[in-house]
């Protein structure tokens, strides 16, 4: 037996190859070519069929082209082929030419007389056929044009189609979830997800992905035995194409050393390495989609919140400037300083989540404290008690109230047998109050001795709110202090009215301010205002000025016409500021909440258990709310804390309440909570990395094949002739026809058959070989044993 680890040399004569020396010789017919004389009729008949359907069947054409200009499929062939295949052609031509004119003439002698004439009159009737000028040239076909010269293109159409398909696939998935980032759940027909989606896609991908794997790799393995391979390396890449297993063992198998440094078994385990990974594309592809709670607004509806920019009640008339206090004010302060919760503002939110971003302001009633401790005065003297008839300490503490008013806490003598008292407190239109915590009556003793100074005055808030559930939260961004003006309206009218600067959106409009007399500057937001607005609706208001402050009286404004005319205020001068920037509540309604609420609230004094230490067991209901509110320990913090519970329940009253100004509720946007979709973008690049991966072995496989089949065709081309390029991939054809050569069948057949795999891919690992050109197309030859 021979062996062929090289091919032969263009000249010489080999006798492993003595069919492909006869073909090459133009001296020299082929055996399998030449025609007897004896047989010439017989291969004669079968040519004429081949030809009637105009194929010619040449498996074993060699062509004389250039290697680097042509992928070899143009039909060029050797002077032995071709002056055979002309001889077979005229042959056939002159022996189908007589017979059908002997055909013809025995037609005509049977036909008969009337038939005839039926046939020439229906043709008649037809219309004429049109012929086509000889002349004419068919249009080329481009796209077949351009096929043609590019055959080995053509070779991969199918894997190029699916490698489109694939990145089609995966720029899918990302235009899909990309779309739906941070949006609700789509909600498509018969049920399909944005998940099922991506599963589709997915599907896609790893289908076209596993057709150029698998027709990649096979190619392979026939680029693999272009050098001298055992065969159990072909069968290797075969298996490899059919699955993940066979990837696997290929994985193992390949020698990327053997032979000397080459490519195929890197882009091979590529190839299989691929393979394997691309079954984890569905598990990594259905992570990318994670839905989360969200919220999405309702379009065309909004939710409110009650807000107030006038606030007039009173009850009945009780005397000069005052009124009694209703019931229900009664109830809203009392709810704000004993109830545990504080009470909810009136809102709509029929979702029950609403969101209002844009501060909204109202009319409200503000409080504030300040520490006078180091305004106190002690006075320490010793006095005479009947009860225990002895002299005993006294302490008084005192904190001016005004010029005329002192606050006065006093402990010692006789008063230990009812108790001491824990703290006084008087108001008038501010909260005096002086704290002792100790049952001793002096202060040196470790006691502990305070006094506080508050204030209760309307004002102007501004919030930020949230509805989630059903539940209203409030955030208090801001508030005016105390900055209204009194304003007598010339219907007679007591008001205390201020305005929001904020609402200025023109510079003109201040410099109108300015020019009626108001001072302030850029950082100024309340202005004390000397319009109220008392009637009307927000498009229509009535504005009225102030009856005794006429700034038309005076400079500057009595300079301008536009703002005055004579000692009448302008429209111009009256609406500078809008009717919904202008906040008023009523002289009486403050007067009477000072004099015949808070004042009756917050006038007494509590006095502390002497025989048993228990505080604040007597005193009026605010007081001991006060005394013991917050931590117990009556801090300052304690103290606003409970003061400003009960101005936020007064606030949310005045915001409800019906106003003599139609006061517009506070709008915002109202949200349903859904289910929303998060990208998590990092599961998605595995699907990125397979499609890569996929590109660049399908890239290199093809680059590097068309390199190495231009290699072996030069080592067994001639002077005149050049092996066939091939296209063989995992078809079991190329295998059928193009497997072992004769000479290997013959040692194969030496070394005994088997019915296991097992043994066959043992004897697989002793059987070397290589593909050559023969004249029966390429073959794998027997190379080493």
């Known amino acids: 037996m021979s062996t062929h680890s090289t091919p032969p040399p263009a000249t010489q004569s080999t006798l492993g190859y003595h069919e492909r020396e006869q073909i090459r010789a133009n001296d020299t017919s082929s055996p399998r070519l030449q025609l007897d004389n004896q047989d010439s009729v017989s291969l004669l008949s079968s040519s004429l069929s081949q030809e009637e359907d105009g194929q010619t069947q040449d498996l074993h054409r060699l062509e004389s082209i250039d290697i680097d200009r042509s992928d070899g499929y143009r039909n060029e062939t050797t002077p032995a082929v071709a002056s055979t295949s002309a001889n077979i052609q005229a042959a056939a031509t002159s022996s189908r030419a007589s017979s059908t004119i002997a055909s013809h003439n025995d037609v005509n002698e049977h036909k008969t007389g009337w038939l005839s004439k039926l046939r020439g009159r229906f043709t008649a009737m037809l219309p004429p056929k049109r012929k086509q000028s000889p002349s004419t040239p068919k249009p080329p076909n481009r796209i077949k044009k351009w096929l043609q010269s590019h055959r080995y293109l053509n070779i991969w159409w199918w894997e190029i189609l699916c490698c489109v398909f694939a990145l089609a696939a995966l720029i899918a998935i990302v235009v899909t979830v990309r779309a739906h980032e941070h949006k609700p759940l789509p909600k498509w027909q018969y049920g399909l997800t944005v998940n099922a989606m991506i599963a589709a896609y997915t599907v896609i991908l790893k289908a076209a992905a596993g057709l150029v794997l698998a027709e990649g790799i096979s190619h392979l393995k026939w680029i693999a035995v272009a050098r001298p391979q055992s065969l159990s390396s072909f069968v290797a890449h075969d298996n490899a194409s059919r699955g993940p297993l066979g990837a696997l063992k290929l994985l193992w198998k390949n020698q990327y050393r053997s032979g000397g440094l080459h490519m195929t078994p890197f882009i091979s385990s590529l190839g299989a390495l691929i393979t394997i990974l691309v079954l984890l594309v569905d598990p990594f592809s259905q992570q990318i989609i994670k839905t989360y709670e969200c919220e999405r607004r309702v379009i065309g509806e909004y939710g409110n919140i009650a807000r107030t920019n006038s606030y007039t009640e009173a009850g009945k008339h009780s005397g000069a400037g005052e009124a009694t206090i209703p019931l229900s004010v009664r109830g809203a302060v009392n709810n704000g300083m004993f109830a545990s919760r504080k009470p909810d503002v009136e809102f709509v939110c029929r979702t029950g989540n609403c969101s209002f971003t844009e501060e909204y302001a109202t009319l409200a009633f503000c409080s504030s404290c300040m520490d006078v401790t180091d305004e106190l005065k002690f006075v320490q003297y010793d006095g005479y008690d009947d009860i225990f008839n002895q002299t005993t300490p006294y302490t008084n503490v005192s904190l001016t109230i005004d010029d005329r008013r002192t606050l006065t806490l006093s402990r010692g003598g006789s008063a ?24 001793m009556a002096t202060p040196e003793q470790n006691q502990t001795i305070k006094g506080y100074r508050c204030r209760l005055y309307p004002c102007i808030k501004t919030f930020k709110a949230y509805v989630r559930t059903g539940r209203i939260a409030e955030e208090e961004v801001e508030a005016s202090g105390d900055v209204f003006s009194s304003v007598i309206t010339r219907t007679n009218r007591a008001l205390r009215v201020a305005a929001d600067l904020k609402c200025l959106d023109d510079p003109r409009q201040a410099d109108v301010l300015h020019k009626l007399g108001y001072e302030f500057n850029e950082t100024t937001r309340w202005l004390p205002y000397n319009v109220s607005w008392t009637n009307g609706t927000m498009e229509h208001p009535v504005l009225e000025p102030s009856m005794y402050y006429n700034p038309c009286e005076r400079a500057p404004a009595n300079q301008h016409a536009d703002l005055c005319n004579g000692n009448k205020t302008s429209t111009k001068a009256l609406e500078v500021i809008p009717a919904h920037c202008i906040y008023n509540i009523g002289q009486i309604t403050t007067t009477s909440l000072s004099d015949n609420l808070f004042s009756q609230m917050f006038t007494g004094y509590i006095r502390n258990s002497w025989t048993y230490g228990y505080a604040g067991y007597e005193g009026t209901e605010a007081l ?3 005394y013991n509110g917050g931590s117990g320990n009556g801090t300052l913090k304690d103290v606003e804390g409970m003061l400003k519970n009960m101005t936020d329940g007064l606030t949310t009253y005045m915001r409800q309440a019906d ?3 139609e006061s517009y509720r506070a709008l915002g946007d109202m949200y349903n909570y859904t289910s929303c979709i998060e990208v998590r973008w990092a599961w998605l690049s595995y699907a990125a990395m397979i499609v890569g991966s996929l590109l660049i072995f399908f890239i290199w496989m093809v680059v590097y094949a068309r390199r190495d089949q231009s290699r072996l065709r030069r080592q067994w081309k001639d002077e005149d002739s050049v092996p066939l390029i091939h296209d063989f991939k995992s078809s079991a054809l190329d295998f059928l026809f193009h ?27 002793k059987v070397m070989v290589a593909l050559i050109a023969t004249e029966q197309g390429w073959k794998l030859s027997s190379a080493a044993s």
């Open 416 to 439: 230990m047998s009812r108790g001491y008292l824990g703290l006084v407190s008087h108001f008038d239109s501010e909260l005096n109050m002086i704290r002792w915590d100790g049952l």
């Open 624 to 626: 001991t709310a006060l």
């Open 659 to 661: 106003s003599a100004v």
């Open 739 to 765: 497997g072992m050569d004769a000479e290997t069948l013959r040692h194969m057949a030496n070394m005994g058959a088997t019915n296991q795999t097992g043994e066959l891919e043992k004897r697989a690992e």
